[in-house]
C-alpha cells in the first residue's frame, strides 16, 4: 500500500510542475511584421518545461536548432519542411532555432528559457548572411 501511496504522490507532483506548462506558438512566414523571410515571435522567453509549437502559415519553411546554440544537456531537433513540429524546452539557457532553407536570410530566431547561461557561447556561433546581424538584434534584447 506504502508504494502505491509513494506513486501517486510522484505523479501528482508532476502533474501539478507540468499543469504550469505554456505552450507558445512560433509562425513561419514569407512575410510579416519584420520584413521577409521570418519567424514570427522571433524572441520568446519561456520557462523550462514550456512548449514551442512551429506552425506552417507559408509553405517552404521548417524549424530546426543550431548547432552550439543550446544549453548544456539539451537536445537538438529538425522540423522537417512544411510540418508543424513542437518542442519541449527542458534546460535553462539561450536556443538558437533556424529555417534551414532561409537561415541565410535571416530567419531566426531565439529562445531564452530561465537564465541565459549559455549566452555569451550561443552568440559567438558564426552566423552567415542576415542572420549574423538578425541575431545581434536578438542577443541586444536579453539585457532589455
Not at 557561447?121 to 552567415?128: H, Y
Request: with cysteine; aromatic share 6%; glycine share 10%.
Amino acid at each position: 500500500m506504502r508504494k502505491h501511496a509513494a506513486a501517486l504522490a510522484v505523479l501528482a507532483a508532476f502533474a501539478i510542475g507540468t499543469a504550469d506548462a505554456a505552450e507558445h506558438e512560433v509562425k513561419m512566414l514569407n512575410k510579416g511584421e519584420k520584413g521577409a523571410m521570418v519567424f514570427e515571435p522571433d524572441f520568446l522567453k519561456v520557462e523550462p518545461g514550456d512548449t514551442v509549437k512551429f506552425v506552417v502559415v507559408d509553405k517552404g519553411h521548417n524549424a530546426e536548432s543550431i548547432k552550439g546554440m543550446l544549453p548544456d544537456g539539451a537536445a537538438g531537433f529538425k522540423g522537417k519542411i512544411n510540418e508543424e513540429i513542437v518542442y519541449t524546452i527542458e534546460q535553462e539557457g539561450v536556443y538558437g532555432i533556424k529555417c534551414t532553407p532561409h537561415y541565410a536570410m535571416g530567419m531566426v530566431m531565439l529562445v531564452v528559457a530561465g537564465e541565459p547561461a549559455n549566452a555569451e557561447a550561443a552568440a559567438a556561433v558564426r552566423q552567415p548572411g542576415k542572420a549574423k546581424q538578425v541575431f545581434a538584434d536578438l542577443f541586444a534584447q536579453l539585457g532589455e
